[in-house]
């Protein structure tokens, strides 16, 4: 089943005139799996995406890890190849496949050459559905796990967001890196990475993203290929998660001149009617870079640090609005009053004209850039569907974010900012601060 949407691209996308187009297909495979693909037939490769749900909040309690060493296990030997014999066919066919795992999702990537395709699609397939889950990759693997947890723990940008993490989820997955810890990690047996496959790669929460030269019968085909013999249906996923924290302050001692500060409170979902108030928002408060209010307040200003930014975590069971910086010991404190400066000034008194304008004019104006590449198109058309997002977001986005109005920024604002609820966790030896003030 096919479903054929015509997406006008804009004048800056690639300078192409405005009447060029880009043609979005949204593509049921015979065995009902969701596609949408972009064809284009002008470069002899194709660009997969494959999207599945769930991500490293599948894992059980004790098997923290396995979902993350399980997809870095699938290029390492399937079916009769061993992990060397595997890499060599795969460069053989100037395909590139990559294997991700994320909290909310794990993702297979993949390119290939249409002289190829059928030849790479094998491959593929079988690192997906028979991966070989070798005793001596999965010991190769582990310790290069065991490496990047040792290393998170070394780096105070990590222990900041870990320490936020676990203070906002409690025992909920999300508290925990997808890392796993070492002691379980260092405990997860073959059996727990066979277990791990099966719950994270299924049919029934997967979709699809394509661009290339393929169409859409002949992707649909391939998707079954490649897919159809990975188990129907997934574990259930965790429940939403309750946002625990209140306003004030966590520091963790760490050695170091300059202390790293992660901050936030809870904030909204994508499906929320004030999303795209908040998405405008949050690029006026600490997303525009230099032209943000906390770049200019923290940094310009103040000379307070060198760098400081917020950002929407669209997290699919528990939204924030997070934030962070850097700065030296003994200016941290000043930096944090800043921060909750800003934060209270724009939900009581809103943004200025001239802030919105601003903040459209450039959101509108590199949206077209990120269409750049069948790779990252395929990317896009994936998300999108994993997000729930309509076809049609990419024609109507930009007319979402004009639609933005001055009244609507500041109602979002008195809304969404909380100032009296930000936390910071705070790593470092910051002087004159101490937890909750």
């Known amino acids: 089943m096919i479903k054929r949407l015509i997406v006008a691209a804009f004048a800056a996308f690639f300078a192409l005139p405005a009447t060029a187009t880009i043609e979005i297909d949204e593509v049921t495979s015979p065995g009902g799996i969701s596609a949408w693909l972009v064809e284009d037939s002008s470069i002899p490769f194709v660009a997969l ?11 059980a309690p004790a098997a923290r890890g396995a979902t993350y060493m399980m997809m870095g296990l699938l290029e390492e030997g399937a079916g009769d190849l061993n992990a060397q014999d595997y890499a060599a066919a795969v460069e053989g066919l100037a395909a590139s496949f990559s294997f ?22 094998d491959l593929l397939r079988a690192a997906i559905t028979t991966p070989r889950f070798d005793q001596d990759a999965i010991e190769r693997v582990r310790g290069q796990v065991l ?105 963790v001692d760490f050695p170091s001149p300059q202390s790293v500060a992660y901050f936030g409170h809870a904030g909204i979902d994508r499906d929320d009617p004030d999303f795209f108030a908040a998405f405008v928002l949050n690029q ?20 307070l640090t060198y760098g400081i930014g917020s950002f929407l975590s669209l997290a699919d069971l528990s939204p924030g609005l997070l934030g962070q910086f850097s700065s030296s010991n003994d200016l941290v404190g000043q930096a944090i009053d800043v921060v909750k400066e800003q934060w ?12 919105r304008d601003a903040a459209i004019r450039y959101m509108t104006g590199e949206y077209p850039l990120r269409f750049d590449g069948n790779a990252t198109i395929a990317g896009i058309l994936a998300a999108m569907q994993s997000d729930d997002i309509p076809v049609d977001y990419v024609t109507n986005r930009n007319a979402y974010v ?36």
């Open 49 to 59: 995406e494959f999207w599945f749900v769930g991500g490293a909040t599948l894992d």
């Open 100 to 121: 991700d795992s994320y909290r909310d999702a794990v993702v297979v990537s993949a390119r290939m050459l249409t002289q190829n395709r059928d030849a790479a699609a």
């Open 147 to 251: 490496a990047i947890i040792q290393s998170d723990a070394r780096d105070p940008e990590e222990i900041a967001a870990a320490t936020f993490n676990a203070l906002a989820y409690g025992d909920h997955p999300y508290a925990f890196a997808q890392e796993g810890t070492a002691d379980t990690v260092t405990g997860l047996t073959r059996d727990d990475i066979v277990a791990a496959h099966g719950a994270a790669l299924t049919r029934d929460r997967v979709v699809v993203g394509a661009a290339g030269d393929i169409s859409a019968a002949e992707l649909g085909q391939l998707i079954d290929h490649i897919l159809g013999d990975l188990p129907q249906t997934a574990p259930p996923r965790p429940d939403p998660a309750d946002f625990a924290l209140s306003g004030g302050i966590t520091v």
């Open 284 to 303: 006026i408060l600490g997303g525009g870079g230099f032209r943000s209010r906390l770049m200019g307040e923290v940094r310009e200003k103040r000379g």
């Open 344 to 355: 209270a000034d724009l939900a009581t008194n809103g943004v200025t004209q001239e802030e």
């Open 402 to 437: 004009e639609a933005v109005t001055l009244e609507d920024l500041r109602r979002v604002a008195a809304r969404l900012l909380r100032p009296d609820d930000l936390h910071f966790v705070v790593v470092g030896q910051p002087q004159g601060l101490s937890p909750g003030n």
